[in-house]
């Protein structure tokens, strides 16, 4: 047998027993730190990030809440974007949204500055509802209404795009929220369809 093979049987050559430089205890002391940072960081941003949902949340049948969504429809409709109804209600009411394979329910014409309450839900499994381009995120899981208080806070033409993997078509699933800027005269059946050009 070589000195030089190792069978586990011999000590490895090294200094590893020896005491840890000074350098090495100090980062080791500075990743405990950090580590103890971000783990207070947890529950610290729960309270205090401003990012948890502001609204109520109880339990629906999601077929209920699928028609609740079709009462809103029938409502509030005010034209249509390729088959998929748009819909302004006025400012201040409940408004409602389904989530389903694989689309969005309906097509929301919201005004900025205005308070609503956002009921969301979905029809079959979970999906993620991401507003685009801004970085507002939710989780819209079947049996829940999940009630938010929204606020529209610039004037544009949105997409809700899903970001939870929910089956073959996830990646087409891709909804409307049209925030108008001022009255709501611009609410006609005309200028939807204009606003309805591109998708
Ligand atoms: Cu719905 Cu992915």
Redesign the pocket.
Known sequence: MTPETHTGLQSPRGVWWKPAHKAEKVWVAIAFGWCMVLFAMMPLWHLKGGQNPSGIRRKVDPEAFFQRTQEFIAQYQIGDDRGMPIVAPPAGSDVYLT?M??QWTPILQLEKDKEYVLHLSSRDVN??FSLYPLNINFQVVPGYDYGLRVKPTEAGDFRII?N????IG?HI?VGRVIVLDGAPQAATAETAVVAGGDR
């Open positions: 989530a394979a694989f999906h993620g899903c939870e993997f929910c089956g996830h699933m």
